[in-house]
Nanobody
Framework: QVQLVESGGGMVQAGGSLRLSCAAS?????????MGWYRQAPGKPRELVAR???????NYADSVKGRFTISKDNAKSTVFLQMNSLKPEDTAVYYC?????????WGRGTQVTVSS
């Protein structure tokens, strides 16, 4: 089992920055092979924002490349999402995700609101 707890959401003006954190815990933490962030805006499907593998390979959605950076602290089983130059269209609930080859785990989500 893996539990994911997100923090760091909030409200910011366009052009501002936020940093999201996701701490993983539980007996399955050592089996995690990829962690990442997804987001879901009202009326839209959930979409991948960024992910990072256990070896450190990173993937980003085209819409956030150059503005968002994903990183991880292996010792603390925590993944971060640094979000810069935020735009109103980045407004969404951001969900932490982890995969252990056999199943997916999700956090409860944290709201990010960017005002124009």
């Amino acid at each position: 089992q893996v539990q994911l707890v997100e923090s760091g959401g909030g409200m910011v003006q366009a052009g501002g920055s936020l940093r999201l954190s996701c701490a993983a815990s539980g007996s399955g933490v050592r089996l995690i092979n990829v962690m990442g962030w997804y987001r879901q805006a009202p009326g839209k499907p959930r979409e991948l924002v960024a992910r990072i593998t256990s070896s450190g390979a990173e993937n980003y959605a085209d819409s956030v490349k150059g503005r968002f950076t994903i990183s991880k602290d292996n010792a603390k089983s925590t993944v971060f999402l640094q979000m810069n130059s935020l735009k109103p269209e980045d407004t969404a609930v951001y969900y932490c995700h982890a995969n252990t080859f056999t199943r997916d785990y999700w956090g409860r989500g944290t709201q990010v609101t960017v005002s124009s």
